[in-house]
């Protein structure tokens, strides 16, 4: 089994899993507590049908995916803001939108091609190294701006008009969160799909969410879980020729259910704190 | 005390603030000096949010002007908005959410540290501090999903002071507590007027709870009905004209609802 770890493509997909499982699973916490994971549903869904469309025009399909994310993203924001629509309608719309537009790109194309299905359905393991180059570049951007303003996003995520109100450019903020989802969605779709990257966000973010009552423990427990899951998956992926994506997503799950029965929140509930 | 010779830091000049078409708060002018403590009454949907977020910075008037701090509205910049503690109505915030009680206080922070610069261990000591104010110190470290409903309150008041304020805002601070929480947290927040000199702007609905500490009671009902010492405002005929002809002052000074009286 060991003999797998040397071979190059194996080595890419690890580094591009474990990039990828700790980006989304840090973005995963902004969009757990800030209410935001149905966006991330549909913007993955709106990036594939700017793939869809890249592939139809022969345009780079990374380049649309990163349009058509933040296209969606930003109208959502817009919508939200203004308060014509809740955000899960407006989102809602979208998403079905955008995935009506991809079935529409597909069908146009004259012949079958399997590389638009790679970011519909993910494939770490053939990711190759110019695509690890994009991947690291942008997990670096979205990673060192998450760490720049974490003060500004945590504070949006608790309460965004307290936030406006203590000085914050809180608007601001929130659209650059819905940003950083967008363009980590583009990254993570050639690993995991344009199905499963919406699941990469949120579980590890949720599951740590059952163990911790501490922002920045939460964060990091995220992440350490993102990383184990999305490393873990691409082993058993290989070890017992499995789809790369399905065994993130249901290592990632498998632990989820853990945390939950074995939450010291659920332990601790009977107990508040006692006093004045 | 002396309120005309205190310094104004929040000026309404026939100021009228909603959305086009619908005027929430109309033709103000008011003036809040340094030092004072004002309560704002006024039945449900009479503008006091609305006034609440006007001075938060976060709606700018339709007509009139509003002065903080001596810098109109529209121009309210991140440092103005840090000297204005706010504290929101109890339920906007979840009680799940994952965060102790220190990082709560330490956002109060945020606003006046500015983008780019992190909390060091001088802004840890000023939330420290605050919590200390508010006599919840003893529990950085406990998850705010965990404390009781008055003591929440109270870390949103650390939170609040953790800005270093000028200005308390609180929105219905007592609402959704019990009747002794309520009378502590309203204590708390008169302690914190005298001892830190604060300028204290806040919202209820609890006339009798505030009347005996406040300097002015402000009284709204889309106009401004009223903002004068509680004794000239708490009369018959103006409470009837906002509030209907149902309140009544009875002896012991109490503002009731007229069918109470008449039964007990």
């Not at chain 1, 501490?214 to 070890?239: E, N, P, Q, W």
């Not at chain 2, 999903?145 to 270093?164: D, E, K, M, P, Y």
């Not at chain 2, 806040?202 to 903002?227: E, F, G, P």
């Not at chain 2, 000239?232 to 012991?252: A, S």
């Amino acid at each position: 089994m060991l003999d797998l770890f040397t071979y190059d493509f194996m080595q890419r997909s690890l580094l591009a899993a474990a990039m990828v499982g700790g980006l989304c699973s840090v973005i995963g916490v902004f969009v757990v507590l800030r209410g935001l994971a149905f966006v991330g549903a549909g913007t993955s869904h709106a990036a594939f049908a700017g793939v869809a469309l890249g592939y139809l025009i022969g345009w780079p399909p990374l380049f649309l995916a990163i349009v058509f994310g933040l296209a969606t993203v930003w109208t959502t924001g817009w919508v939200e803001e203004k308060g014509r629509m809740k955000l899960d309608v407006s989102i809602g719309i979208l998403y079905t939108t955008t995935m009506a537009l991809a079935i529409l790109f597909i069908g146009l194309m004259k012949n079958y091609n399997a590389e638009v299905y790679g970011y519909l359905f993910g494939s770490v393991l053939s990711v190759t190294e110019e695509e690890l180059f994009v991947i690291g570049g942008l997990s670096v951007l979205v990673l060192g701006l998450i760490l720049l303003f974490s003060k500004e996003l945590y504070f949006i995520a608790f309460d965004q008009e307290m936030a406006e109100a203590s000085g914050v450019p809180a608007r601001r903020m929130f659209f650059l969160l819905l940003t950083l989802v967008a363009l980590t969605v583009v990254v993570s779709l050639k690993t995991v799909g344009a199905i499963l990257v919406f699941a990469m966000i949120l579980i590890p973010a949720s599951t740590a969410y059952q163990l911790t009552h501490s922002l920045k423990t939460l964060t990091l427990y995220s992440m350490a879980i993102g990383v184990a899951t999305a490393v873990g998956g691409v082993i058993i992926s290989a070890v017992c020729d499995l789809p790369s994506g399905p065994a993130i997503v249901l290592l990632a799950t498998a632990l989820f259910f853990c945390a939950v029965f074995l939450s010291p929140k659920r332990m601790n509930r009977s107990s508040p704190a006692h006093s004045h | 005390m002396s309120i005309a010779r205190q310094e104004p830091i929040i000026r309404f000049e026939r100021a009228s603030f909603g959305f086009p078409g619908v005027i929430a708060l109309q033709d103000i002018s008011l003036t809040i000096h340094a030092g004072e403590f004002v309560g704002v009454i006024g039945p449900n949907g009479s503008g006091k949010t609305t006034l609440c977020r006007a001075v938060l910075g976060l709606m700018a008037p339709l007509e009139g002007h509003l002065h903080i701090f001596d810098c109109a509205c529209e121009e309210l910049r991140c440092h103005h908005r840090a000297k204005i503690g706010y504290l929101p109505q109890k339920g906007v915030v979840d009680r799940n959410f994952p965060v102790t009680v220190l990082e709560t206080v330490m956002m109060g922070r945020y606003g006046a540290l500015g983008l780019f610069r992190r909390p060091g261990i001088k802004d840890r000591e000023i939330a420290m501090d605050a919590l200390a104010h508010v006599a919840m110190d003893g529990h950085k470290d406990t998850a705010l999903g965990h404390l009781s409903g008055g003591q929440q309150q109270r870390v949103f008041i650390a939170r609040a002071l953790a800005q270093q304020p000028k200005v308390l805002l609180l929105d219905e601070p007592t609402t959704g507590l019990d009747m002794t929480t309520q009378h502590n947290v309203i204590e708390l927040v008169q302690h914190l007027h005298e001892e830190l000199n604060l300028t204290i702007l806040l919202i209820t609905h609890d006339i009798n709870m505030i009347r005996s500490r406040v300097d002015r009671l402000v009284l709204l009902k889309t106009k401004l009905y009223a903002a004068a010492p509680p004794a000239e405002v708490l009369k018959p005929e103006i409470l009837r004209e906002v509030y209907g002809k149902d309140l009544v002052i009875t002896e012991k000074d109490l503002v009731i609802v007229e069918d109470y009286h008449h039964h007990h």
